[in-house]
């Protein structure tokens, strides 16, 4: 997509979304509690890294041993309806608006994440990571990291505006309906990157 069309469109998210935002904000300061954000260093287009930030969903709660409780145990019902929602992304327009994210491409993910990942990691960060992507529409939590790998890199390769247009529509059925494994697509996916696997390239990480 266009950035005039993408900017455009991502005012206008903003500012019917601030509504929904100011009463998640709400919800995790009751439940949760302070800080309200979360915060982490991502990697963004050609390997460069930029800081995501999202609307905290978890406690801090912490096991006796000191490590932190599984994600299910550190969230309330009303909390992981915001991350069902997409509501703890809305911070994440702002960074769109900066060019540090797209509105669809494959989520942004830690540095040394995609450093594991090699020529497919390098391939993956030829755009900029999106606020949706096909694997999110496709399967996202029921999916492997395999398969979310095979499928954002298949996003890479045949990424058109009707493609952003159909992802963006199916973000807001899977928001309200739940996610659904979409196994042609991953076996799609799979046939296409055994086809073109990635090439080595000169990419390499880069700090903000």
Known sequence: MNRVPEILLCILLGLISLPFFLVACLIVATSVGLPLMFSQRRCGLGGREFNLFKL????????????????????TRAT??????RLDEIPQ????????MALVGPRPLLPETIES?????????SVRPGLTGWAQVSGNTNLSNSEKLSLDLWYVAHRSLALDLQIMSETVGVALRGENRRT????????W????????????????
Do not use: N, T, V, W
């Not at 992981?80 to 929602?85: F, H, P, S, T």
């Open 193 to 208: 990157l055994q086809q073109h696997p990635p090439q080595k390239s000169s990419f390499q990480r880069s700090p903000a």
């Open 80 to 85: 992981a309806l915001i991350r069902r929602l």
């Open 93 to 100: 327009l702002l960074l769109i608006l900066r060019g540090h």
């Open 56 to 75: 905290r969903s978890m406690s801090e709660a912490r096991g006796p041993d000191g490590a932190l409780l599984p994600d299910d145990q550190r969230q």
């Open 184 to 191: 042609d697509r991953i076996k799609a996916a799979a046939d």
């Open 117 to 125: 990942f090699g020529p497919e990691g390098q391939y993956r960060c």
